[in-house]
């Protein structure tokens, strides 16, 4: 884990906030596209998810680089014979 707030912090800057799942307006863990972030987030003031300690972080923050950092949203090709949702609104 961190030795210190101020680590946690530089470790966040590095990967969190880089990252286009991050979204630290959201307080619903199960509705966070990035799980460690809000864990991380939360255990600044204390608050552990039910069930878990904040070992299982252990994975993701072994390195300096988060394993499921994504810089860039992913952009999906158009299926084939697709419809344009909004041809022909007005």
């Given at each position: 884990?961190?030795?210190?707030?101020?680590?946690?912090?530089?470790w966040q800057e590095r990967n969190c906030y880089r990252c286009w799942k991050?979204?630290?307006?959201?307080?619903?863990?199960?509705?966070?596209?990035?799980?460690?972030?809000?864990?991380?987030?939360?255990?600044?003031?204390?608050?552990?998810?039910?069930?878990?300690?904040?070992?299982?972080?252990?994975?993701?923050?072994?390195?300096?680089?988060?394993?499921?950092r994504q810089e860039k949203r992913p952009v999906y090709r158009k299926r084939?014979?697709?419809?344009?949702?909004?041809?022909?609104?007005?």
């Amino acid at each position: 884990m961190f030795s210190n707030g101020t680590e946690a912090m530089r470790w966040q800057e590095r990967n969190c906030y880089r990252c286009w799942k991050y979204n630290a307006e959201k307080t619903d863990r199960s509705k966070m596209r990035c799980k460690a972030a809000f864990d991380i987030d939360t255990g600044y003031i204390g608050i552990l998810p039910e069930g878990k300690s904040l070992a299982h972080l252990e994975k993701v923050i072994a390195g300096r680089d988060c394993r499921y950092r994504q810089e860039k949203r992913p952009v999906y090709r158009k299926r084939p014979g697709a419809m344009p949702l909004f041809e022909g609104v007005v």
